[in-house]
């Protein structure tokens, strides 16, 4: 079974810092992977997606994120965090080697950005 | 164009009655899935829908719990004796096929009192 761990429920960034955070997952054989942000009372949207290729990853909103097979993580990134970015983020990962499409989601991070 | 809508927005029932909640994808969208999300937590699988039929409803926590996609489009996800556990956020998405990404709907909180 393939699970993903978000540490951290909470990340605080100052406008302008760049931010970061993290995922890690477990899942049999090559993943593909997600992030979503979800705004407070409205559905989630898809920000970006990890298949194969480049392992750094660039979405929408100026986010990217970094896939690192030996330590089984994809963390988002972006270089300077806008007060507009405070939200609610989930990495997903879908196996590939199952042929099942069902997404297993993070519990979230809730992304708090200081003016 | 129009994303995933979902119908209603808001349900509150009573414990044992009976609920519908609608799902209308992205048009042209093959695959329809259903998750569920409780306060705090990340969306969890119900089903997944290939066209008319269930891929997988590995996801449905029991048998009060199904869900149709007759004409390939509209999906209903059917609660049957309703309990106040089954309170959450219910969300639809959908994708071009299978492998695509996943494109959510805004959900429906249903409250179960």
């Known amino acids: 079974a393939q699970s993903v761990a978000q540490p951290e429920d909470q990340v605080n960034v100052a406008e302008g810092n760049p931010l970061t955070v993290k995922c890690t997952y477990s899942v049999s054989g090559n993943p593909y992977l997600f992030w979503y942000v979800q705004y407070p009372n409205r559905g989630l949207q898809f920000l970006l997606k990890y298949i194969t290729g480049d392992n750094l990853v660039k979405g929408s909103y100026g986010f990217e994120a970094e896939f690192n097979k030996s330590q089984t993580s994809f963390h988002l990134k972006k270089p300077s965090a806008l007060v507009s970015d405070s939200a609610l983020y989930f990495c997903?990962?879908?196996?590939?080697?199952?042929?099942?499409?069902?997404?297993?989601f993070g519990s979230g991070t809730r992304l708090q950005v200081q003016p | 164009g129009a994303g995933v809508s979902q119908t209603p927005s808001n349900k509150v029932t009573e414990k044992g009655k009976y609920v519908e909640l609608r799902c209308d994808p992205i048009?042209?969208?093959?695959?329809l899935y259903w998750y569920r999300q409780s306060l705090g937590q990340g969306p969890e699988f119900l089903i997944y829908?290939?066209?008319?039929?269930?891929?997988?409803d590995s996801g449905l926590p029991n048998d009060r719990f199904f869900a149709v996609r007759p004409e390939g489009s509209v999906s209903t996800l059917k609660i049957q004796r309703t309990e106040r556990g089954d309170s959450a956020v219910y969300l639809c998405?959908?994708?071009?096929?299978?492998?695509?990404?996943?494109?959510f709907g805004p959900g429906t909180r249903l409250t179960v009192l």
């Open positions: 048009s042209g969208h093959t695959a």
């Open positions: 998405a959908s994708s071009l096929e299978g492998a695509g990404e996943q494109f």
């Open positions: 997903a990962v879908r196996p590939t080697d199952t042929g099942r499409r069902a997404l297993t």
């Open positions: 829908f290939q066209g008319t039929g269930a891929a997988d």
